[in-house]
Structures are given as structure tokens and as C-alpha cells.
């Protein structure tokens, strides 16, 4: 059950987190307006791939970090914290045009999606940002390797499920990130939700400790 939580939840945060147009997807639709539908599935998994390892990079700096006496006495508010300030810049983010690097490797799939996946940014910050708080709300467990590699699977089946939706609707999904400001800052307004959530829990327990 508790592998089927962990799968759903990074699952979901995956999908929604891939939303923002950036040099991956760009390139799916891409793939999907020229009907290069094979090349859409090559760049979906290998950006999948690439997602897995990035999340477990993220669950290992995430417990080291989380590893000192001083974060875990304040581990709600340091969430809310990392969830409030990857919110808004990527809100903030939205508004710069993306690069052209999604317009390179013409004629490439999964060697493209492979280096578009290594050379994402933002990949590490998010997911070391979103299990600590998964972790601090106590939504998922990753104390076992079923629970791990379910939480990893979900993440990259998130990805994939994204960059082959965007590939097969190349058409309208092109317009709607093209000219809907609301689709482009939904991660971050996502993320700054539920910072913000995280922050008034924390200071609710501050304000009435149990006893």
C-alpha cells in the first residue's frame, strides 16, 4: 500500500512538475508537429531515465541534509521555506523565453532526450525540495528498497506520461503553453501552495504544541 502511495504522489508531482515549457518538452512537441512519433517515445524514455537518476541523487542529498539534530527540529518550516522559494522562481521563470537548445538535434530521439535530461537544472533542486516536504507532511515512505524504487518509478513514469501526452497533442498543447500564462506558472504555484501549507502547519504546532 504504502508502494502504491509513494508511486501515485511522485507520479503526480512528476507530471505536473514536467508542465513548465523547458528545452525537454519543447523538444516532445517538437518531435510530435514533424510526426516523428518514434522519436517522441525514444527522447519520452530516455528523459525518464535521466528523471530517475536525478530523484535518486535528490533522496540521498535529501537525507543528508536532513540528517543534522538542527533540520529536523525545524523540518516543516525548512520545507515550507524550499517549496515557497522553488514556487516562485519558477513562476518567476516562466516569464523568460525559453532557449533554443530544444530546436537542436534534428534528427535524434533518445540521444537527444538523453542530453536534454542531463543537462535539465532544475531537476536535482525540485526533487530534493518536494520529498523533503512529501516526507515532512508524512505522505510517503522511503525506508525500504519497494518503497524507494516505487517513489523513483513513479518519477519517471510522470516524465515519460507527460513528454508522449505533449508529442501526440503537439497541436493544441503548443498553443495552450504558448499563450496560456496560467498552464506555464501552474508548477509554481503548485509548489508555493503547498509551501505555504507546510508553513501554517508548522506554525500551528508551534503555536500548540502537544502536550
Known amino acids: 500500500m504504502v508502494a502504491l502511495i509513494n ?3 511522485s507520479f503526480t508531482f512528476s507530471f505536473t512538475g514536467s508542465l513548465t515549457p523547458g528545452t525537454i518538452n519543447l523538444s516532445s512537441i517538437q518531435l510530435g508537429l514533424e510526426g516523428k512519433a518514434r522519436l517522441a517515445w525514444r ?3 530516455a528523459a525518464a531515465i535521466m528523471e530517475y537518476i536525478y530523484a535518486y541523487l535528490a533522496v540521498t542529498f535529501e537525507r543528508l541534509i ?10 516543516h518550516l525548512i520545507a515550507a521555506i524550499v517549496m515557497i522559494t522553488l514556487g516562485l522562481l519558477t513562476i518567476r521563470s516562466t516569464s523568460r ?3 533554443n537548445l ?9 540521444r537527444r532526450g538523453l542530453m536534454l535530461g542531463i543537462l535539465n ?8 525540495g518536494m520529498i523533503a516536504y512529501l516526507k515532512s507532511q508524512h505522505w510517503i515512505v522511503l525506508s525500504t528498497p519497494l518503497q524507494l524504487h516505487s517513489f523513483l518509478l513513479g518519477v519517471s513514469a510522470g516524465v515519460f506520461t507527460l ?8 497541436g493544441r498543447v503548443i498553443k495552450l503553453l504558448r499563450e496560456s500564462q496560467w498552464i506555464r506558472k501552474f508548477p509554481g504555484y503548485l509548489m508555493l501552495a503547498l509551501g505555504i501549507y507546510a508553513l501554517i502547519r508548522y506554525l500551528i504546532m508551534l503555536l500548540f504544541p502537544l502536550r
Do not use: D, H, K
Open 163 to 170: 513528454l508522449v501526452l505533449v508529442a501526440y497533442l503537439a
Open 121 to 128: 537544472p532544475l531537476a536535482m533542486p525540485y526533487w530534493i
Open 102 to 110: 530544444a530546436l537542436r538535434f534534428q534528427n535524434s530521439g533518445f
Open 43 to 45: 527522447l519520452a524514455l
Open 97 to 99: 523565453p525559453p532557449t
Open 7 to 9: 508511486f501515485a504522489l
Open 66 to 75: 536532513t540528517s543534522s539534530p538542527v533540520v529536523i527540529q525545524n523540518f
